[in-house]
């Protein structure tokens, strides 16, 4: 079964810098779909970024970027230039055409960003 | 603007009680789910519906059930609601167009005392 590991359960980051979430999974699929999505105190999780397993080219949205090592199977999430805005929790999700379109999340990770 | 929503924010029921979470969304999808989100374990599967009158159990079933009478509407139901239920109940549906994401409701707290 698809497992996916978020093992900083809390980090904490000052405006305007920068920060790396961790993520790793496990699955013994070639082709699949990872996810960043974000859930803001008491407000509605919504997805950051996606990345398809078949791009080796690194997904990015603005201050957001990932760095996907398939290999490795590792999606990590940076955050350049933090906001006060950016203080959520952030959960690691994947996605496989085998698994139907069902998201398996990691335990998530809260970040707090310091002014 | 897509639109997810849940019929209650929080609740509180009684052991043994049943409870109807509901759940709208109005992007016409065909696939919805619900979530079970608590402390250090993420969000876990519970059930999903890939069109209407279908449904399927994801990783943790047990003591719940779902209905999906309409295209926009998927019901949770604790039939007999127990303590380890207390928990925040995320629904979703999917988009399999160009943004292929899930979007999700605002969640409802449950509390079974």
Same mark, same amino acid.
């Given at each position: 079964?698809?497992?996916?590991?978020?093992?900083?359960?809390?980090?904490?980051?000052?405006?305007?810098?920068?920060?790396?979430?961790?993520?790793?999974?496990?699955?013994?699929?070639?082709?699949?779909?990872? /996810?960043?999505? &974000?859930?803001?105190? +008491?407000?509605?999780?919504?997805?950051?970024?996606?990345?398809? %397993? *078949?791009?080796?080219?690194?997904?990015?949205?603005?201050?957001?970027?990932?760095?996907?090592?398939?290999?490795?199977?590792? /999606?990590?999430? &940076?955050?350049?230039? +933090?906001?006060?805005?950016?203080?959520?929790?952030?959960?690691? %999700? *994947?996605?496989?055409?085998?698994?139907?379109?069902?998201?398996?999340?990691?335990?998530?990770?809260?970040?707090?960003?310091?002014? | 603007?897509?639109?997810?929503?849940?019929?209650?924010?929080?609740?509180?029921?009684?052991?043994?009680?049943?409870?109807?979470?509901?759940?709208?969304?109005?992007?016409?999808?065909?696939?919805?789910?619900?979530?079970?989100?608590?402390?250090?374990?993420?969000?876990?599967?519970?059930?999903?519906?890939?069109?209407?009158?279908?449904?399927?159990?994801?990783?943790?079933?047990?003591?719940?059930?779902?209905?999906?009478?309409?295209?926009?509407?998927?019901?949770?139901?604790?039939?007999?609601?127990?303590?380890?239920?207390?928990?925040?109940?995320?629904?979703?549906?999917?988009?399999?167009?160009?943004?292929?994401?899930?979007?999700?409701?605002?969640?409802?707290?449950?509390?079974?005392?």
């Amino acid at each position: 079964a698809q497992t996916v590991t978020q093992s900083q359960p809390e980090m904490s980051v000052q405006e305007a810098e920068t920060v790396t979430l961790s993520c790793t999974y496990d699955t013994s699929e070639s082709d699949y779909y990872l /996810f960043w999505y &974000k859930q803001p105190p +008491s407000r509605q999780m919504i997805l950051v970024i996606r990345q398809e %397993a *078949y791009k080796q080219q690194n997904a990015t949205e603005n201050r957001f970027s990932v760095n996907f090592q398939k290999a490795a199977k590792s /999606f990590s999430l &940076k955050i350049s230039d +933090s906001q006060l805005g950016d203080a959520a929790m952030y959960f690691c %999700a *994947y996605r496989s055409e085998e698994y139907g379109n069902k998201l398996v999340f990691g335990a998530g990770t809260i970040l707090r960003v310091k002014s | 603007d897509v639109k997810v929503t849940q019929s209650s924010r929080y609740l509180v029921k009684r052991t043994g009680e049943k409870v109807f979470l509901e759940c709208v969304q109005d992007m016409d999808h065909e696939n919805m789910f619900w979530y079970r989100q608590d402390p250090g374990l993420g969000l876990r599967l519970i059930y999903f519906s890939y069109d209407v009158k279908m449904k399927e159990k994801g990783d943790i079933p047990e003591g719940y059930s779902v209905s999906r009478e309409k295209k926009e509407r998927f019901s949770l139901i604790l039939e007999s609601a127990s303590t380890n239920q207390t928990s925040m109940y995320l629904c979703a549906s999917h988009s399999q167009g160009p943004t292929d994401t899930q979007y999700f409701g605002p969640g409802t707290r449950l509390t079974v005392l």
